[in-house]
């Protein structure tokens, strides 16, 4: 075998490792929820289940308890659904137009207004708790999926701004003038020219924000009352739920169940993800 050969095949080795590593948890949860609890508690977490059945991921949806109420993962779910579609497409249209005036209409102050915009990225989320629960309490909206939309549309807009801005500062400006000496305005220009040419970016945005909103558990848990919990606070009580016999095979289709949502956004969309980073999505 030759050195190149050699050297190929030990990455393809280590490259299979890793992937294997990193696999190792997602086919734990897959095969455990698909036992019933005798092989749990009699075969090994590597074992395939002998008859494979999905009681256990019924049960999860529409009967497991999540504290005193049994009406499994079911409703959580939907809070989360009916949270994330408004919260994505609000705070990605915001930072869009945001990303469009910062990059292609500039004004005094605005890279001071950019870089302030910024402090969102880095800031601590538990820093705005409080003042956030004092704002949806004069609003009225506390304890309520408007209260949660409104949060994540809030939190979400620095990174969509910086996402969009860094993304527009590379297209050429001469577009922009051109529309200009046509007669074109602000929104005719953003709308005909500058969106047409936004789709690896709003792929980008899309997948960052409905992922980051719908793995959220902090905002979830502090500015949600009891029919609006999403479903990651759903299967926090699922999991620590107490009961006579742990039902393990149900705490993990329940976990399944909650990511399934990314992990379709991520297989269907990933290869756009990518492309829409590599587009110029992350650079200054």
């Known amino acids: 075998m030759s050195r190149h050969a050699m050297q190929r095949a030990l990455l393809w080795a280590v490259l299979l490792l890793f992937a294997a590593w990193f696999l190792t948890p997602l086919y734990v949860m897959l095969t455990t929820s698909l036992k019933d609890m005798a092989q749990v508690r009699e075969g090994s977490l590597l074992s395939l289940p002998t008859s494979p059945s999905l009681e256990a991921w019924a049960r999860a949806w529409s009967s497991a308890c999540t504290g005193t109420d049994c009406g499994g ?10 949270m994330v579609v408004p919260a994505v497409l609000v705070s990605t249209a915001l930072g869009s137009v945001n990303g469009y005036v910062l990059s292609k209409w500039r004004f005094r102050g605005s ?16 820093v705005v708790l409080l003042p956030m629960s004092q704002v949806l309490g004069w609003l009225g ?8 939309i409104l949060v994540h549309v809030l939190a979400g807009i620095p990174s969509t701004t910086l996402f969009f801005r860094n993304y527009y500062v590379g297209l ?16 005719r220009i953003f709308t005909r020219i500058v969106l047409p040419l936004s789709t690896p970016i709003l792929v980008v945005t899309l997948i ?23 479903v990651t606070v759903g299967l926090n009580n ?9 039902e393990y095979n149900v705490d993990m289709a329940a976990a399944l169940i909650a990511a399934l949502p990314t992990l379709f956004v991520y297989v269907v969309a990933g290869k756009y993800f990518v492309r829409g980073l590599t587009a110029g999505a992350v650079k200054g």
């Open 141 to 148: 909206i506390a304890s309520s999926i408007w209260g949660l």
């Open 172 to 187: 050429p400006d001469e577009l922009i003038k051109a529309a200009m000496l046509d007669g074109a305005g602000f929104w």
């Open 208 to 230: 960052w924000q409905f992922t980051n909103i719908w793995n959220d558990f902090l905002y979830g848990v502090v500015f949600s009352g009891a029919d609006s919990k999403p």
């Open 238 to 246: 699922l999991a620590n739920t107490s009961s006579s016999v742990k």
């Open 111 to 126: 890279e001071t207004m950019f870089a302030l915009m910024l402090f969102g990225v880095f800031m601590p989320m538990q």
């Open 73 to 82: 993962l079911k409703p959580f779910f939907m809070n989360s659904v009916l």
